[in-house]
């Protein structure tokens, strides 16, 4: 299956996202994937094609702010998790996506979560790997410096800094050529630099926890949590006590992979979400 590369403008912003689409119709739902910190829908190119080769319509877009989509200014759009969200739902509308399925992952994966509970009647099920899920998820020191004075300016413009986050949270060398396409909007333009620095200052962690732990609580859609079980931030104690106070839901542990498993172990993670999105509406 091909994943194509496409476009849309949805008010004022410029949206990217890929697409891979089954040779023909099926009754499955379709699949929304979200990509977390520092990444873009890249993440999901090892993902995607097999999902679409099973019947699935794949969707994974570049956040606001990240991959190819537009990065307005601070002052045209805030980076906290309402003007993520707002801004989801009009890209969503945009492409008619009425109900569907939802994988999230990484930092940035809380702001989906934040989405799916605001906006339950179009989540078929639900798919969670390695993403903050309580008050005691931090973020990481390779993520947070990014919002200190002066310094995270002076971040914002070392393109290296995606090549040391995702190699430290995955724990693995990335290739020369993946670790290029993440790096392309960096050297591309300073603005993705100074977006994701917007990002960090106006995650709002603490408060988006808070939303998670009480809503999740009333949770009644299928839920599957695949954890990279090696994950330097994120520890799978969080991720198994969150699955344990949730009804109709499936943890899976992936031993040996860490913050971002869908770069070295995405035939296992395929595996994982076949039987996840086979569910027919």
């Keep these: 299956m091909i994943v194509t590369e496409n476009k849309i403008k949805v008010g004022s912003i410029d949206w990217f996202y890929r697409e891979s689409t ?23 190119r090892q993902i995607m094609p097999g999902l679409a080769n099973q019947g699935t319509r794949c969707i994974a877009p570049d956040w606001v702010g990240f991959g190819f989509s537009a990065k307005p200014e601070l002052k045209e759009f805030n980076y906290t998790p309402d003007a993520f969200i ?5 890209f969503l509308q945009a492409l008619k996506l009425e109900r569907f399925s ?4 990484g930092f940035l ?10 906006h339950a009647e179009q989540i078929e099920s639900l798919a969670i790997l390695n993403t903050p899920l309580a008050s005691s998820a931090k973020l990481p020191w390779q993520m947070k410096q990014l919002g200190l004075p002066l310094a995270g300016d002076m971040l914002t413009q070392d393109p290296l800094l995606v090549d040391r986050t995702l ?3 995955s724990r693995y060398r990335i290739g020369d050529r993946d670790l290029d396409m993440y790096r392309q909007p960096f050297i591309k333009s300073s603005s993705a630099g100074r977006s994701l620095m917007s990002v960090v200052r106006n995650l709002q962690l603490p408060s988006a926890m808070a939303e998670i732990e009480a809503g999740f609580k009333q949770w009644q859609y ?12 994120l520890p799978p104690t969080m991720a198994q006590s969150f699955a344990s106070a949730i009804p109709h839901s499936n943890f899976i542990e992936l031993k040996e992979a860490a913050h971002y498993p869908q770069e070295h172990f995405y035939d296992v ?7 996840f999105v086979r569910r027919v509406s």
């Design 109 to 118: 994966g809380s702001v989906g979560l934040q989405y799916a509970l605001r």
């Design 167 to 169: 190699e430290s949270g």
């Design 222 to 233: 299928p839920t599957t949590i695949i954890w990279g079980m090696t994950d330097p931030w």
């Design 22 to 44: 089954p040779r023909s119709e099926t009754d499955l739902v379709p699949v929304v994937l979200l990509h977390g910190l520092p990444t873009h829908s890249y993440l999901w």
């Design 86 to 90: 707002n801004a989801l739902a009009e």
């Design 102 to 105: 939802l994988v999230v992952q």
């Design 269 to 275: 993670v395929l595996e994982s979400l076949l039987p």
